[in-house]
């Protein structure tokens, strides 16, 4: 058990909806990262935040957007869903914003877009 | 970005075999992570190389960053059913840049 908590575990929509992903860091990390797994394209880096300030951008989507609030839980949200969107999509969190620290993730979001 | 080519993307070994998963950058990295995701799993993280030309172990893993800090490895001595998995590894140029993962050599065992 990492300790990083992600819901919901399943979610299956249909294209043009939107979703929201749930993410609980570990006790004592300030920093959360949202990565998407597809088996085209790998891992891929979405965005980060620290402390509840964007910290950094990856190859995340304008449809994309996410958030880290006062209680340093993150959302994710997912717009105008595409079929190309199906995804597991992972967060992870480390205890300080710098890309030196170990990161640990959760189980992961399997979304899928009918 | 980072780039980071991870090699091969399949491997397939009998047990007992050893296995090296290689990873290359074209630029100068600031540090390189590794981790494991079994399969269904997430990514586990397994070890993190800062100096040039460092090698570290963990029982049968192990790990290489280059003298030039452009690439790194894994090696797994004697592998074993357990070792089943996806090995990633992560690069960082420094920063908050966040971290490129590449995109993973397979391991398959058979007994």
């Known amino acids: 058990d990492s300790g990083v908590t992600q819901t919901p575990k399943h979610l299956i929509t249909a294209t043009g909806q939107r979703v929201t992903l749930r993410c609980s860091p570990r006790s004592g990390d300030l920093s959360v990262y949202w990565y998407q797994q597809s088996l085209d394209q790998g891992l891929q880096f979405l965005i980060q935040y620290y402390n509840g300030e964007e910290r950094a951008k990856g190859n995340i989507l304008e449809r994309f957007s996410a958030q880290q609030f006062p209680d340093l839980h993150s959302e994710l949200n997912l717009s105008s869903l595409e079929l190309g969107d199906s995804a597991l999509y992972f967060c992870a969190s480390s205890v300080e914003g710098s890309s030196n620290q170990p990161q640990h993730f959760g189980d992961g979001t399997r979304l899928s877009i009918l | 970005g980072q780039q980071v080519m991870q090699i091969p993307q399949y491997q397939h070994v009998q047990e007992g075999e050893d296995f090296t998963t290689y990873c290359n950058s074209s630029?100068?990295?600031?540090?390189i992570q590794w981790y494991k995701q079994r399969p269904g799993g997430h990514p586990v993280f397994l070890i993190q190389l800062v100096k040039s030309g460092e090698v570290k172990k963990q029982k049968r893993l192990t790990f290489q960053f280059g003298e030039a800090k452009k690439n790194s490895s894994l090696h797994i001595t004697a592998t074993q059913t357990t070792d089943v998995g996806t090995y990633f590894c992560a690069a960082s140029g420094g920063g908050a840049d966040g971290l490129t993962f590449g995109k993973g050599t397979h391991l398959i065992i058979q007994p």
């Open positions: 630029t100068t990295l600031s540090n």
